[in-house]
Nanobody, 121 residues
Framework: QVQLVESGGGLVQAGDSLRLSCVAS?????MGWFRQTPGKEREFVAT????????YYADSVKGRFTISRDSALNTVLLRMNSPKPEDTAIYYC?????????????????WGPGTQVTVSS
């Protein structure tokens, strides 16, 4: 069993930057970030392969967010540049056992408890 813990959420002004971190208690395959707001379904944000060589983003964050990982530290980061109020959500880190990146939530086995990100206008 791998445990994931996110950190770095909080209140940020639109146009500033924010970095989310997720630490895993053990080795993982591909990892991803998802987000959810009340009354809406969970939404894919970004994913990175087990090797770190491949990354994919939702169209809504492409060019603004960057996902990266440090496998030696079992850590995945999400750099949020120029956040917008519509990026406000609870952000969840997730991990697969497979090294293949995926935008589908059901492909992920492990999930963190989430961290709140609020972007003010």
């Amino acid at each position: 069993q791998v445990q994931l813990v996110e950190s770095g959420g909080g209140l940020v002004q639109a146009g500033d930057s924010l970095r989310l971190s997720c630490v895993a208690s053990g080795r993982t395959g591909a990892m991803g970030w998802f987000r959810q707001t009340p009354g809406k379904e969970r939404e894919f944000v970004a994913t990175i392969s087990g090797s770190g060589a491949d990354t994919y983003y939702a169209d809504s964050v492409k060019g603004r967010f960057t996902i990266s990982r440090d496998s030696a530290l079992n850590t995945v980061l999400l750099r949020m540049n120029s956040p917008k109020p519509e990026d406000t959500a609870i952000y969840y880190c997730a991990a697969r056992t497979s090294g293949r990146p995926s935008s589908r939530g059901p492909d992920y086995v492990y999930w963190g408890p989430g961290t709140q990100v609020t972007v003010s206008s």
